[in-house]
Nanobody, 124 residues
């Protein structure tokens, strides 16, 4: 079993910044990648960013490229999402996810474990 806990969400003004954290606990062996998804009211859950545990390779959705940065601390089994230049369109519940084997990085089906989500609200 693996438990993922997100934190760091909150309310910020447009142009501001937030850093989200995702701490993994339990049987965290053989982790291939960790990723972030988000879901706005009335919309489907969408890919935001992902990072490989071993190589550190990063991947981003076009909508956040240049504004968001994903990173990880392998010793702490923790992933981070630094969000800068936030826009009202970024308002959503953000979810952390973990995969054990490579099958892809952009689909929800590529990840085995999910956190409960943290709310990010960006005001204008």
């Amino acid at each position: 079993q693996v438990q993922l806990v997100e934190s760091g969400g909150g309310l910020v003004q447009a142009g501001g910044s937030l850093r989200l954290s995702c701490a993994a606990a339990g049987r965290t062996f053989s982790v291939y990648a960790m990723g972030w998804f988000r879901q706005a009211p009335g919309k489907e859950r969408e890919f935001v960013a992902a990072i490989s545990r071993s190589s550190g390779s990063t991947y981003y959705a076009d909508s956040v490229k240049g504004r968001f940065t994903i990173s990880r601390d392998n010793a702490k089994n923790t992933a981070y999402l630094q969000m800068n230049s936030l826009k009202p369109e970024d308002t959503a519940v953000y979810y952390c996810a973990l995969s054990r084997d490579y099958s892809g990085i952009y689909s929800r089906n590529d990840y085995s474990y999910w956190g409960q989500g943290t709310q990010v609200t960006v005001s204008s």
